[in-house]
């Protein structure tokens, strides 16, 4: 939605249907909803300390006086404003996020805080609160509000805690969730503004898709930087070349040693060469290389010699000699009649 396409004028509007309050009552509600040259609203606690009464007498005051706008002449003749808002919200999606709608419809604070207060007055509008789930939003439709909201905690189900999908394949998987709650095309027109309401689901700043709360997601080391950095290459990198590339794309300072002990840390790195690290959800296996070889004969039996090289390299980037000498340790290993060899 393009900005400042409101007919009318939001602080015009407040000024009249505030004229008929007390200096007080009006004084009140403009701190609350930052209505006055200060933009920044004001807690209970904070007008009462500066009027020396009670939070909870400031509620009422804030109450009453919400109560006796609702029922003056100027809150009547506002009919239209109220409804060119409410067709605003529904061609938004019906249920918005707070902030991004009052971004959509104005471009300053002072006048989003204006429109806040013209939403707040309308009974057309319901304000669903922020929780653990979801972020602050407006509805004109509870119905459809109780759906979306289903169909985000079900796409947030579909994550494994370390998933990484794209945006595109993100909207696919949510139009799925949403078959049976709005046609196409207005599914994918809403999607993104759907999404938006959710605090489960968040974007990594290489603009992969995950849960909010996964490391991916949400970085808050040097070694998920690099994962994200590794994972991105495509195949293994040395240590030195994953903390020049944390610095270059994030603009973190990352030490190559330090980098190198967080690696060799945690599980999802592997070990595949002198300073090469791999991720371990591409198949690498843990260990040195005499486990490596150990790992592959218990699992496709007896191998010759070129078949073990062959699959270690797979998984190491050593020399062939280091492998053959591994192989060749009477302690672990034995060779058959067919030169083929087997963990003893």
Known sequence: MAKNLLSFKPKEITKKLLTDLSDRGRDVLAKRYGLDANVRRLTLETIGGEYGITRERVRQIENFNISLTKKSVAFTKAESIFNELKKMMEQYGGIVHEQ?????????????????????????????KENDDFNHRWTTNINLSQ????????????FKDTDLISEQDLIARFLIELKDVVKEPEATKLAHKWLALSKQVGKNPLGEWGLAKSPNVRMRGIRDYAFLVIRQHGS?????????AITKQFGRVAHPAT???????DKRFVLVGRGLY?????????GVVL????ALLKKKGP??????????LKERYVKENTIVVNLQNPKYFKKDKNNRYSVI
Not at 236 to 244: D, G, I, Q, Y
């Open 100 to 128: 991004l709608f009052l971004e959509a419809v104005a471009k300053d604070k002072s006048t989003q805080n204006h429109v806040h207060f013209l939403l707040v007055l309308s009974d057309l509008f319901t304000k669903l």
């Open 259 to 265: 980098c190198h002990n967080e690696l060799i840390k």
């Open 278 to 286: 791999a991720l371990a959800e591409w198949g690498y296996s843990r």
């Open 147 to 158: 759906k979306i909201h289903q169909s985000l905690q079900n796409l947030c189900k579909s």
């Open 291 to 294: 486990d490596v070889i150990k």
């Open 303 to 312: 191998l010759t010699k070129e078949q073990v090289i062959a699959e270690v």
């Open 236 to 244: 293994p990198m040395h240590f030195t070349e994953v903390a020049k």
